[in-house]
């Protein structure tokens, strides 16, 4: 069965450095999202992506986050300069077309920011 | 804008009993409603979905629920728990009126499961 994968699955990182996070969704797909979790809270939306741009963002998805789908498979999400508070498990997400309403949820990356 | 409450943070139950997660949704639209499961050190998989027509959906592992308009509910249910059945349960809304796709996830549920 075709799966979201995600890399790496554990980073950690300095304050300040930039961290970038891949994604490949599950081929075919057209839609594809960013989620965060930081430990011990709910699971929140940051960025959705469509025919390469950005379709909704969040509050979260400051100037800090960029997202790319650099080729025909990766979806990558960037952050700039990493603050403590980004430290968070990180989940990629993506959906086959308009009629389906289903996500396909990645295993997540543990990001890790000292 | 739409909100999810899963006002129970912690169910224990043993092994072959039934279990019920609640969750409660605000919405001025209509909307689609999920549950995925999280299982220790692992990624969100999809439970069950509620789309449009009957409101009590089967989902897999045995769990059910029921979409309650009235009462702007999607409880989770399943008839008799198994050990592998722990893991963090958590519901979900998208908007279907607009149509913007965003989930908005509550809190979480953890339901462990005893021998």
């Known amino acids: 069965e075709p799966e979201v994968t995600q890399t790496p699955s554990h980073q950690v990182t300095q304050m300040g450095q930039e961290v970038i996070l891949r994604c490949v969704p599950i081929s075919n797909h057209l839609y594809f999202y960013w989620y965060r979790q930081i430990l011990g809270q709910k699971v929140e939306f940051l960025v959705s992506?469509?025919?390469?741009?950005?379709?909704?963002k969040s509050e979260i998805f400051d100037d800090q986050f960029s997202v790319e789908r650099p080729d025909g498979s990766n979806f990558t999400l960037k952050i700039r300069s990493t603050k403590l508070e980004d430290s968070a498990m990180y989940f990629c997400?993506?959906?086959?077309?308009?009629?389906?309403?289903?996500?396909?949820f990645g295993p997540g990356t543990r990001l890790l920011v000292l | 804008a739409q909100s999810v409450t899963q006002l129970d943070s912690q169910v224990p139950v043993f092994e072959e009993a039934p279990v019920e997660l609640r969750c409660n949704y605000s919405?001025?639209?209509?909307?689609?409603l999920f549950w995925y499961v999280q299982y220790p050190n692992q990624g969100l998989q999809l439970l069950l979905k509620?789309?449009?027509?009957?409101?009590l959906v089967k989902g897999i592992n045995g769990f059910e629920a029921e979409f309650n308009k009235s009462q702007t509910s999607f409880h989770l249910r399943k008839p008799s728990v198994h050990i592998s059945d722990t893991a963090e349960y958590f519901c979900?809304?998208?908007?279907?009126?607009?149509?913007?796709?965003?989930?908005?996830f509550g809190t979480g549920t953890r339901l462990q499961v005893f021998p």
């Open positions: 992506f469509y025919n390469n741009e950005i379709s909704e």
């Open positions: 979900a809304v998208s908007d279907s009126f607009y149509n913007t796709d965003k989930l908005i």
């Open positions: 509620y789309l449009s027509g009957s409101t």
């Open positions: 919405s001025s639209v209509s909307v689609y």
């Open positions: 997400a993506s959906r086959a077309d308009r009629g389906s309403e289903t996500q396909y």
